[in-house]
């Protein structure tokens, strides 16, 4: 799902920089560098001889897309975990289920 997700994103992009009359490039990429993301820029078949066009893809896919959906799934769990927890603790008040808790636990 990440690809085809990752593809309409980048399809998207590239036809709105078309509009202004550019093209997405890969950013320079040095052979040594520490402090920065440096993915190799190959396609998932291992061929570095591929066109530009899908070599540009998989580097932002690698580089920005993938990071990017992986800080907003632990974001989201995150931010509704407490709140999941404290919905269930708000259950103690239905009669039902208010014999399984104690009174510290609310």
């Known amino acids: ?36 993301a ?3 820029c190959v396609t998932e078949a291992g061929d570095e001889a591929a066109p530009e066009s899908s070599r540009t893809e998989t580097y932002f896919r690698v580089s920005n897309f993938n990071p990017f959906v992986d800080f907003l799934v632990t974001e989201l769990t995150d931010r509704f975990t407490c709140h999941r927890n404290n919905a269930f603790l708000l259950q103690a008040f239905v009669s039902y289920f208010c014999c399984n808790y104690d009174v510290t636990d609310l």
Request: hydrophobic share 40%; glycine share 2%.
């Open 1 to 36: 799902m990440s690809d085809s997700a990752c593809h309409r994103v980048f399809a998207s992009a590239q036809s709105l920089v078309a509009c202004v009359g550019y093209e997405l490039q890969i950013p320079r990429v040095t052979a040594r560098q520490k402090h920065t």
């Open 38 to 40: 440096n993915s190799v």
